[in-house]
């Protein structure tokens, strides 16, 4: 992946790469951040967006937990991605007026309202950060299914090329 070659792509960068193909959300030069260095959704996510060619092209910077004032960084992307594992950790504030964001977190939270005692939170603050952007993912129903199916693909092209 890192040499543009054929190859299996990490299922949530993939699904994440689909969906801005699919809402043809432009990427090429566009200024893009993303929380969150983790070796199976941040790296190869910033690897995927700053290569040659379509869908790729942004301007990207990786940001993690020593990132100083992450306020600032954030409010200058045009694409947001927030993979940290911090329930409604990104506010309003950290978001540029249109900007598309996209939230890769799922934590489970303690809910007793609901029969599993449970519910699944993002990393963003969706009520407040929604009205400010041109597009958001919600949680759950974004980019969880979008792994999955990305997942499946994968496992056909493996079987494919075994096959071959
Ligand atoms: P991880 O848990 O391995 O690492 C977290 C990253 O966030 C680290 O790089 C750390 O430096 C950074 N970070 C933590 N606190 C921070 C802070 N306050 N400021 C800036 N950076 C901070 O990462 P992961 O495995 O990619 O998981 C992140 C989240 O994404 C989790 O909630 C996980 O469940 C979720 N996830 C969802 C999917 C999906 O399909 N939607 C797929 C993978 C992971």
Redesign the pocket.
Known sequence: MVLGLPSFVS??PA?IADLLDYYRIPTRGKECVI????????KPLANLLSRKGPGGDCTVTL?????QD?AKVCRRADILV??????H?LKANMVKEGAVVI?????RIEDKSTKSGFRLA??VDFDEVAPRCSYITP?PG???????ISLLKNTLQAALKRNQ
Request: charged residues 15%; proline residues 5%; hydrophobic residues 35%.
């Open positions: 299922a949530t699904g929380i969150g260095r983790s070796n199976i959704v941040g940001c993690h937990s020593h990132t992450l927030a993979a940290l594992g911090r329930p950790f939230d890769v977190g799922i934590t993002g990393d949680v974004g980019v969880g299914p979008m792994t999955r």
